[in-house]
Nanobody
Framework: QVQLVESGGGLVQPGGSLRLSCAAS????????MGWFHQAPGKEREFVAA????????YYADSVKGRFTISRDNAKKTVYLQMNSLKPDDTGVYYC????????????WGQGTQVTVSS
């Protein structure tokens, strides 16, 4: 059974940075592309960033290009999201999942990690 545990969120001022982590278990982690998704208050969950199984070919939603960086450590079965130059619109819950393109592939989601960008 897939388990995804996100962490690293918090309260940060506009322009600040956070690094999110997602630890995966119950899957052959190194065989899957992984991605991050963002759910703003009252909105649908949206794609943020993805990375291939090998750590190459990262790609991003237009709204985060140049500000966020996705990476992974297959030995630790963990995917990261470095978030810089944060904006109030980045506020919400961040989730990870396996991906095919920008589409999540695992039915179960973790609890997410809350990011609040506010002065």
């Amino acid at each position: 059974q897939v388990q995804l545990v996100e962490s690293g969120g918090g309260l940060v001022q506009p322009g600040g940075s956070l690094r999110l982590s997602c630890a995966a278990s119950g899957i052959l982690f190194s065989s899957h592309g992984m991605g991050w998704f963002h759910q703003a208050p009252g909105k649908e969950r949206e794609f943020v960033a993805a990375i291939s199984w090998s750590g190459g070919n990262p790609y991003y939603a237009d709204s985060v290009k140049g500000r966020f960086t996705i990476s992974r450590d297959n030995a630790k079965k963990t995917v990261y999201l470095q978030m810089n130059s944060l904006k109030p619109d980045d506020t919400g819950v961040y989730y990870c999942n396996g991906v095919r393109g920008a589409i999540p592939i695992f039915r179960s989601w973790g609890q997410g990690t809350q990011v609040t960008v506010s002065s």
